[in-house]
């Protein structure tokens, strides 16, 4: 199986349209009862995220979003060498290590690098204005994630000046704090800024298909970052990516 991922143009880089997560490799909160089933598969084993991410490489995948902790970098990088592959980076800082990260993600082919959601969901502007500052002098497109998309986008696009916003965005309405998907791109609209759609599948309660569906119907939706816990998942989410991307064209 092998899937065509195409890339999007934001300011002269290129960014795949489908990005491969990294959440489920760190066991994150939002997996629920799996996030520590999670945890102790992929983190405490590193060899596992290299065999996954090695078989996305052979699938078609393109691009990976990753948080940007050693353990996990390290990792992609062996997938990465293991096929000959080099995979566009979109970068997060974690926020317990945001300086050694964004060193970090110069060990890759980073197109963006992104405030963590924990860091832009304090809404201290001015801390928030000097990281930017330090993203775009490394030379990268700047950008911020939030996990409170209702309350802090209106803030963020109206004070920040950023060329992409990472939020959770799905048909379900799943941590988007009660507002549609179509209001969201109406706030961005404005400011020229992308959205890069992560938890496409409401931690599972929407099938590939529809979820991808749904999100690239958005407007402003430049790319979406999943995760997926197994090779049988990345076939069938990235198929499915493929194809709502295909029929866009249509």
């Not at 096929?83 to 970090?104: E, H, I, N, T, W």
């Not at 110069?106 to 990281?131: C, I, P, Y």
């Not at 950023?162 to 791109?185: C, R, S, T």
């Not at 407007?219 to 029929?247: D, I, M």
Request: hydrophobic residues 45%; proline residues 5%; contains cysteine.
């Amino acid at each position: 199986m092998n899937v065509k991922i195409p890339y999007v143009r934001i300011k002269g880089r290129e960014l795949p349209r489908v990005l491969l997560g990294t959440s489920p490799f760190l066991g994150a909160g939002q997996f629920g009862v799996k996030a520590y089933e999670y945890y102790r598969k992929f983190f405490k084993n590193p060899a596992r995220v290299t065999e996954l991410v090695a078989g996305c490489i052979e699938i078609g995948v393109n691009g990976v979003q990753l948080v940007a902790y050693p353990q996990i970098g390290d990792a992609v990088k062996k997938a990465e060498e293991k096929k000959g592959a080099r995979l566009k980076v979109v970068g997060s800082l974690p926020f317990d290590m945001p300086s050694q990260a964004l060193k970090y993600l110069s060990e890759f082919d980073t197109v963006a690098a992104l405030l963590h959601g924990e860091q832009t969901d304090k809404l201290n502007m001015e801390e928030n204005r000097a990281w930017l500052k330090r993203i775009e002098d490394e030379g990268y497109l700047v950008g911020v994630a939030t996990h409170n998309p209702a309350r802090t986008l209106p803030i963020v696009i109206r004070e920040l000046e950023v060329d992409i916003v990472m939020m959770p965005l799905n048909k379900a309405g799943y941590m988007m704090g009660g507002m549609k998907g179509e209001e969201f791109m109406e706030i961005v609209e404005s400011s020229g800024a992308k959205v890069i759609a992560m938890k496409p599948l409401a931690a599972g309660k929407i099938n590939p298909r529809e979820a991808m569906g749904y999100v690239f119907s958005l407007k402003n939706v430049a790319s979406v970052a999943v995760g997926v816990a197994s090779l049988k998942e990345a076939e069938e989410t990235f198929s499915a990516a493929a194809t709502a991307l295909s029929r866009l064209k249509e």
